[in-house]
């Protein structure tokens, strides 16, 4: 029959319709080089016919000829490819190796089409992208992330205004809803910490669990985010009924910016989705959040979605700055409280070190430490370390905070609706 067909494409060898249809037999019975040549001849007829186009690529993509694929792929609008073309696209360019434009197309297609499923595309692309993940969905085993810390906030140093606000927004109404009720105050909400790195942020919240025997989950919202579409929400999902069937737990959520409507590297339609989810699990709207405390963290809370911020979500949201001289003193002391020391001066070590935050000041003792033990092996005694030691590590070890301030404040100048960064105003001393 095919063959009948091209003898009568050689008598009207215009007849782009029939030639289509030689092309797509030819396709059926495999004979894909020759239907090659037939959508090569619709093509210079009807320049940019688009079915032709994709059959054209279907062909070349068989006769593992990927490279003209993906150029006759490329052609095309992507958004406007059947399902089908669309796999053959991504799969052309997982041949050629092309793993992350691969992933950025399979992500887009699963935008709109979330029920699409290929079997050999998720292997490969879930393979190629992350070494450590297995075939296991990432939040399976629950374990591993839940804990159950001892430390309490007799252990962090400073910080007594956010072990205040953490103590009423929070704790006080898990010890006593009823009290709450009756005052008509919802429990619900969550507090959002905000700051320079190594304040103190991550030791709070896990604190926090530890001064109410609760347990402790802790999430970066970077290992939340999958690039698989559909993943990361259920990923999420997983992690609040982890948390609801552990109350009462602490569920605190790091690098909450990873969460930004404007992150450039996933699609906005695709990040819309995580947000809308987790929102829904913040409020609860399927479950219930009581005995969970959910606390967040960011470095970037300029970049935070403002829909996190509303009313029974995020409403709080709390600066913690790098310690003043007392809340110094406080840490320097903690974090001596086990080590081999003589008389320390902490107050000059506190008066000497404006800016460092609390993991500059560990730097400061593990500097110290690490000095001293050579020492002691050399010596073969023991030798405890002295003020002089710390004052030694001050000048090895510069403060790290800087560098943060010297952005936040152009947000707290310049994009400082309602107040919100008020608090980085008051801690760099400048008055509007
Ligand atoms: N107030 C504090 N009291 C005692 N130790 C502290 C205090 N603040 C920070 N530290 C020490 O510094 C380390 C780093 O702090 P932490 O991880 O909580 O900082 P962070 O604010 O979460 O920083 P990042 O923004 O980088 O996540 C803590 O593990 C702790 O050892
Ligand atoms: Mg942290």
């Known amino acids: 029959m095919i063959q009948n067909l091209v003898d009568a494409l050689n008598l009207s060898p215009d007849n782009v319709p029939l030639r289509l249809q030689v092309a797509h037999l030819m396709?059926?019975?495999k004979m894909y080089a020759e239907a090659v040549e037939q959508l090569s001849e619709v093509l210079k007829r009807s320049y940019g016919h688009t079915t032709?186009?994709?059959q054209l690529a279907e062909c070349f993509y068989y006769l593992g000829k990927y490279s003209a694929a993906i150029i006759t792929y490329e052609q095309l609008e992507f958004e406007q490819l059947p399902v089908q073309s669309a796999a053959f696209f991504i799969r052309s360019l997982i041949k050629e190796h092309s793993i992350e434009q691969a992933m950025e197309l399979y992500r887009q297609l699963l935008v709109h089409h979330p029920q699409f499923a290929d079997?050999?595309?998720d292997k490969v692309l879930r393979l190629g992208t992350s070494t450590e993940m297995d075939d296991e969905f990432p939040f399976d085993d629950s374990d591993y992330f839940l804990e159950k810390p001892t430390t309490k906030f007799s252990d962090v140093g400073g910080m007594k205004n956010v072990k205040n606000e953490i103590s009423l927004k929070i704790i006080q109404?898990?010890?006593?809803?009823?009290l709450y009720k009756a005052f008509g105050k919802k429990a619900g909400g969550g507090i959002l910490l905000y700051g320079p790195p190594g304040c103190g942020k991550t030791f709070i919240a896990k604190a926090t669990a530890g001064e109410i025997d609760a347990k402790f989950i802790s999430i970066g919202l970077h290992d939340i985010l999958d690039m698989w579409i559909g993943n990361s929400e259920k990923n999420l999902h997983q992690v609040?009924?982890?948390?609801r069937a552990n109350k009462p737990c602490v569920l605190f959520f790091d690098e909450v910016d990873a969460l930004g409507s404007s992150r450039a590297d996933l699609k906005q339609s695709a990040m819309r989705h995580v947000i809308n989810q987790f929102l829904a699990e913040l409020d609860g709207v399927d479950a219930d959040n009581e005995g969970i405390l959910i606390l967040a963290a960011t470095n970037a809370p300029w970049s935070v979605d403002g829909a996190f911020r509303r009313p029974g979500r995020f409403d709080r949201i709390i600066?913690?700055?790098p310690p003043d001289e007392e809340a110094r003193v406080d840490i320097l002391q903690q974090l001596l409280k086990e080590k081999p020391v003589a008389e320390i001066d902490v107050k000059k070590i506190a008066a000497q070190s404006d800016g460092y935050s609390g993991a500059d000041l560990t730097a400061l003792i593990d500097i110290a430490v690490e000095d001293k033990l050579a020492h002691s092996i050399e010596t073969g005694e023991l030798q405890p370390i002295t003020t002089k030691d710390l004052l030694r590590a001050l000048k090895v070890h510069k403060p790290t905070t800087q560098e943060w301030f010297s952005s936040a404040r152009n947000y707290a100048?310049?994009?400082?609706e309602s107040g919100l960064y008020d608090e980085i105003l008051k801690y760099l001393k400048i008055k509007r």
Do not use: C, G, R, S
């Open 52 to 54: 032709a186009q994709q």
């Open 27 to 29: 396709m059926n019975e």
């Open 319 to 321: 600066f913690v700055a």
């Open 413 to 416: 100048l310049y994009a400082n």
């Open 173 to 178: 109404p898990l010890k006593n809803p009823d």
């Open 240 to 243: 609040f009924e982890v948390a």
């Open 119 to 121: 079997e050999e595309i």
